[in-house]
């Protein structure tokens, strides 16, 4: 074990010595946010249709969103190995709080594509969340923090989902999205203001005397830098990642679209199969976690493809509330397998440094399209994370099976891509 601060080999640290400072505060407003949004995320789809979109018109709105992000993640990433990382992130969360009052007061699927690039905006803070949170985590223990970052705030709002559906069932779904997004709202701006007064930063910082324009310069040339690091080092795990972002984002928007539609679940019922899925994700990821750390990134990669390609297939199988639910949970732990371990193959390969510009470009982690699971960013993800959303609408308008069959087949793809390409770094980065 590596002592982070001074860089000295350290007996192994207790969960206790572990979860305090950053990773606490992290964690902690982490476990409050999660609780706010989970109530409305899960049903934003339906919203949307609701205010008079459909199937395409969801996954024009989120390709909008991908690609408005994919503009200021470059500037997110120099400023957080440049400026630090702790303030940008507090400030920049007040900014994200704004753009959710834009959903409590949606008259129309327009303003709720107007709110989705808002947000997509100014999460440029994303870079450096992430990278402090991988600055605060010694290597040897970041699959169980990882883990613990998971399951801690998905046990706190594992009846979210839950009071989402309730709220639906009582006054409808455009009131009771209106009640969720106003809560989400003063949620996030809490957060905001806690993560402002306590996040300590990790890096040595710099001044930025060069201007506004001369650092939009500074921090797009960097790009090419960071593109040219990744595909020397990272070169197999970024074209994975690639193919999962796009192949996720065909399926991401429309779990509860086709449970609705096609199966015949109730908002309400789904509800309960993400109650059911929650409780599953804690137990699951602090397995997960502790497993990634001591069989490797690579194995665990393997064996969440493993799980999910027939689990994929078998979720358009499914007739009911319980067949529906149990394939969920399965889709849950393959998910953890992969976003685990992938956030663990980043943080272990990026020295410190360069982290912030490095994770602006792939992102934390990657996930599998699993509603509830992690929500990968970088400059480079959110063009195939655009193209797949672009046409996702179209595949499901013609048939709504179609793809979770496509996803599938990527899937299997990356598995041989995996066996093949990824290679875990021999010294973790600290």
């Not at 996030?188 to 910082?205: D, P, Q, S, W």
Request: contains cysteine; proline residues 5%; positive net charge.
């Amino acid at each position: 074990m590596v002592d982070i601060a001074e860089g000295n080999p350290q007996k192994e640290l207790t969960l206790r010595e572990l979860m305090r400072g950053n990773i606490l505060v992290l964690t902690v407003s982490r476990i409050l946010w999660s609780m706010s949004s989970s109530i409305v995320w899960p049903f934003v789809s339906l919203y949307i249709i609701e205010l008079g979109g459909n199937a395409p018109t969801i996954g024009k709105i989120t390709a909008l969103a991908n690609v408005a992000g994919m503009l200021f993640f470059p500037l997110g990433g120099y400023l957080a190995d440049k400026s630090g990382r702790a303030k940008l992130v507090g400030y920049s969360t007040l900014l994200f709080a704004g753009s959710l009052s834009l959903f409590a007061l949606a008259k129309s699927w327009q303003w709720i594509a107007l709110a989705m690039v808002i947000q997509s905006l100014v999460l440029f803070y994303m870079p450096a969340l992430n990278a402090i949170m991988a600055d605060s985590i010694p290597p040897g223990a970041r699959g169980k923090i990882l883990s613990l970052t998971i399951s801690i705030p998905e046990a706190v709002r594992i009846f979210s989902p839950f009071i989402g559906g309730w709220l639906i069932e009582r006054y409808t779904l455009v009131p009771a999205m209106r009640i969720g997004y106003t809560i989400s709202f003063i949620t996030a701006a809490f957060v905001g203001f806690m993560r402002i007064k306590n996040l300590k930063e990790t890096i040595e910082t710099e001044p930025l005397n060069k201007g506004i324009v001369g650092i939009f310069k500074e921090s797009y040339s960097n790009v090419w830098v960071s593109i040219k690091w990744i595909i020397k080092n990272m070169g197999g795990y970024t074209l994975i990642a690639m193919i999962l972002i796009f192949s996720g984002s065909l399926i991401q928007p429309y779990w509860a679209v086709y449970a609705k539609t096609i199966i015949g679940i109730s908002p309400y019922q789904w509800g309960q199969v993400a109650l059911v899925g929650g409780i599953a994700k804690v137990i699951i990821s602090l397995y997960v976690g502790s497993f990634v750390d001591k069989r490797g990134v690579k194995k665990s990669m393997i064996i969440s493809f493993l799980i999910a390609i027939p689990a994929m297939i078998a979720f358009v199988h499914t007739k009911g509330l319980v067949d529906t639910t149990l394939v969920y949970v399965v889709l849950i732990l393959a998910n953890a397998f992969i976003w685990i371990a992938s956030g663990v193959l980043i943080a272990d390969s990026i020295p410190r440094n360069i982290r912030g510009r490095i994770m602006a470009g792939l992102g934390q982690g990657i996930p599998l399209g699993v509603t509830g699971g992690g929500y990968a960013q970088g400059f480079m993800l959110f063009i195939p994370s655009a193209l797949g959303s672009l046409i996702s609408g179209y595949i499901y308008d013609y048939n709504p099976a179609y793809p979770w069959y496509l996803q599938s087949v990527l899937l299997a793809l990356c598995l041989l891509l995996v066996i093949k390409l990824v290679k875990e770094p021999d010294h973790a980065e600290i």
